[in-house]
């Protein structure tokens, strides 16, 4: 079965512990990206990878590394966490960037609470 | 900034009538152009999309319209159902997709 699997679903932390949130797809996906979700802000990129060992910024990146060392798994780190990242967080990876376009397909989710 | 802006945080509708939910964006070099839907406690899951070459791309009950002119798309509903509850983001996409801050639609029995 095609998925993204986000590991772990729910995490509570403490400010300032590392932590890591792993992303990884079975469908050989070049493409690959993590979103935070807030109330009335939609999906926000965070950091994208076209592909490996290719990543770069998305609109809100201050705060998260990534990394992208395979194709399949793309780990979204947070090294020192502070409570305005606590959100729910989507990985998604999609087949094609600009003009071969597909539609993205999203993990579950992963709630993070920073207290 | 927002590229994507979805204005209506909710919608009501009744049960078999029709949905429309309003999307808007300000970059012209997007190409492509998609609806998610999400439930609670799921990541969002595609719905429909549309290329920047047509107006107008339908998928069942599932229709989406896009004026360039305007830089404006809609999702049509016809007819609404109860499943069709959710949250709907717009999504708009060149090399990487921009999503707007969706949309809730509650379709009452």
């Known amino acids: 079965e095609a998925q993204v699997t986000q590991n772990p679903r729910y995490l509570i932390t403490v400010t300032g512990k590392k932590l890591t949130v792993t992303c990884s797809q079975n469908?050989?996906?070049?493409?690959m990206s993590w979103y935070r979700q807030d109330p009335g802000l939609g999906l926000r990129q965070i950091y994208y990878s076209m592909n490996v060992e290719v990543t770069d910024k998305g609109d809100v990146p201050e705060g998260y590394k990534v990394s992208r060392k395979e194709k399949r798994n793309f780990p979204l780190i947070l090294e020192s966490p502070s409570p305005n990242q606590t959100s729910l967080y989507f990985c998604?990876?999609?087949?094609?960037?600009?003009?071969?376009?597909?539609?993205?397909?999203f993990g579950q989710g992963t709630r993070l609470t920073v207290v | 900034d927002q590229q994507v802006k979805q204005n209506s945080p909710s919608l009501s509708v009744q049960e078999g009538r029709i949905s429309i939910l309003n999307c808007d964006y300000t970059?012209?070099?997007?190409?492509?152009f998609l609806w998610y839907k999400k439930y609670p406690a799921e990541g969002p899951t595609f719905l429909i999309s549309?290329?920047?070459?047509?107006d107008k791309n339908e998928d069942g009950r599932f229709t989406v319209f896009l004026n360039k002119s305007a830089k404006h798309l809609s999702l049509h509903i016809v007819p609404s159902q109860p499943g069709d509850s959710a949250v709907y983001f717009c999504a708009a996409k060149r090399y990487d997709m921009r999503f707007g801050a969706g949309t809730r639609l509650t379709v009452k029995p």
């Open positions: 970059n012209s070099m997007f190409d492509y």
């Open positions: 998604a990876s999609s087949s094609g960037t600009g003009h071969m376009n597909t539609e993205a397909f």
């Open positions: 549309i290329s920047s070459i047509k």
């Open positions: 469908m050989n996906h070049e493409y």
